[in-house]
């Protein structure tokens, strides 16, 4: 296609716009709602997995030896640990010295009641284990209770598989809202492209006789559909932004970054969202056209 061609339908793709802004409106609204939608449960599913990845970085298991145990039984938990530097981020133990001056210590003013204690004999080695990802940690327990000399393994599981769930279900809704508003925005779509070749079926009869191809044909309504997904895409982009913005200074402002409860800053998030309503806006609004002048222009 010459370039002379293709300038030829962008003008006549924005001139389709213009010629029916009743139905422009409508369908930038549809999609610009789908797009917002999306970045909703995007940025929702991005917060979880960056508060579960938090989270199962934090201390959520700890090993507890049983008493007299070996050494031998302490290195088989080491090389465990150590060979499992993709699930492991770090470790930490303690002996049942170390542990007794943490209780001193703990105890403050009072510690003088465990001057006499054998902690030789009624403390156990301890290991505290951080995970790379909260997912691991029913394999890693399941895995560390096989190693003989383990007394107990505690973990905590409930905020880590509700974080799990709650991530498949915001994944899964994310999916069901993208397919439902999706086949919303190809019917507008269909109907902006429809009115607008009923507008134009004079010309558009002409240019078949005189031998216009069906690309050439069929190119403006589809650059006609990319801009209205840019558009949406835009105002979708700037919408999410300004909105997310104000949530995150009045949900942070008592929060430091480093906390477990802290979320992300749109500027992490701010290319990814941009990046994915363009794609999806585009993609939208080109291909509901696209299947759209097939039905209508008859070429």
């Known amino acids: 296609m010459s370039i002379r061609a ?6 006549e793709g924005i001139q389709g716009i213009i010629r029916h802004p009743l139905v422009t409106v409508a369908s930038i609204s549809t999609i ?21 990845k938090k989270v199962g970085q934090q201390p959520p298991i700890e090993v507890y030896m049983k008493l007299g145990c070996t050494q031998e039984q302490l290195d088989m938990l080491v090389e465990y640990l150590q060979g499992n530097a993709d699930k492991i981020k770090e470790y930490h133990g303690l002996s049942p010295e170390q542990n007794y ?12 009641i465990l001057d006499d204690f054998d902690y030789n004999t009624y403390l156990p080695y301890t290991v505290t284990i951080q995970l790379t990802d909260p997912s691991y940690a029913d394999e890693v327990v399941m895995r560390i209770q096989a190693i003989p000399g383990i007394e107990k393994v505690m973990q905590e599981s409930n905020v880590m598989k509700f974080l799990t769930r709650a991530t498949k279900t915001v994944n899964v809704a994310t999916f069901i809202a993208f397919v439902v508003l999706f086949l919303i925005s190809l019917f507008i779509i269909s109907n902006m492209v429809r009115i607008s070749v009923y507008s134009r079926s004079t010309e558009i009869a002409i240019m078949k006789f005189v031998g216009a191809t069906n690309g050439y044909i ?23 932004r300004v909105a997310y913005t104000a949530l ?11 906390s477990i409860y802290a979320i992300l800053p749109m500027k992490s998030l701010s290319v990814s969202v941009l990046v994915i309503c363009l794609a999806c806006g585009v ?10 002048v097939r039905k209508y222009v008859k070429v």
Not at 101 to 112: I, M, T, V, W
Not at 248 to 258: E, G, I, L, T
Request: with cysteine.
């Open 6 to 11: 293709f300038w030829n339908s962008l003008k």
């Open 32 to 52: 610009l709602l789908m797009l917002l939608l999306m970045s909703v449960f995007f940025i929702f599913s991005a917060n979880a997995r960056f508060i579960m």
């Open 101 to 112: 001056n943490r209780f001193r210590k703990e105890l403050g003013d009072s510690a003088s």
């Open 218 to 240: 069929r190119l403006p309504y589809i650059v006609e559909g990319a801009i209205v997904g840019m558009v949406s895409a835009l105002c979708a982009w700037g919408i999410t």
């Open 248 to 258: 995150y200074n009045r949900a942070m402002k008592d929060v430091v970054s480093s």
């Open 283 to 292: 993609i939208i609004g080109s291909v509901g056209s696209g299947i759209a």
